[in-house]
Nanobody, 119 residues
Framework: QVQLEESGGGLVQSGGSLRLACIAS????????MGWYRQAPGKQRELVAA???????DYANSVKGRFAISRDNTKNTAYLQMNSLKDEDTAIYYC?????????????WGQGTQVTVSS
């Protein structure tokens, strides 16, 4: 019911910046929370950052102070500003969205976008 499209990934040098965007479309459902997860080679998928419709945010400790998540509720778009990138940030980044449906929360995932940090 909800389609998520990520953009903004790519190759960046250590210390550089990228901004990821995720657009949610295809449903009249209200998007309660949007976020970003990442999965590095050989590791489990982990939460990077998330933001609720009221602006409440949640960050992984490893990215606090470097990454910032924001959203445009009107456009159902979430952004992840990634600064001071490190080699350890290399991963596939997945957009995540949670939508209300009656008493349930429905979870959706994007296709993922590759972020590669080189030194």
């Amino acid at each position: 019911q909800v389609q998520l499209e990520e953009s903004g990934g790519g190759l960046v040098q250590s210390g550089g910046s990228l901004r990821l965007a995720c657009i949610a479309s295809g449903s009249r459902l209200s998007i309660n929370r949007m976020g970003w997860y990442r999965q590095a080679p050989g590791k489990q998928r982990e939460l990077v950052a998330a933001i609720s419709i009221d602006g409440t945010t949640d960050y992984a400790n490893s990215v606090k102070g470097r990454f910032a998540i924001s959203r445009d509720n009107t456009k159902n778009t979430a952004y992840l500003q990634m600064n001071s990138l490190k080699d350890e940030d290399t991963a596939i980044y997945y957009c995540n969205a949670e939508a209300y449906f009656r008493r349930e929360i429905l979870v959706y995932w994007g296709q993922g976008t590759q972020v590669t940090v080189s030194s």
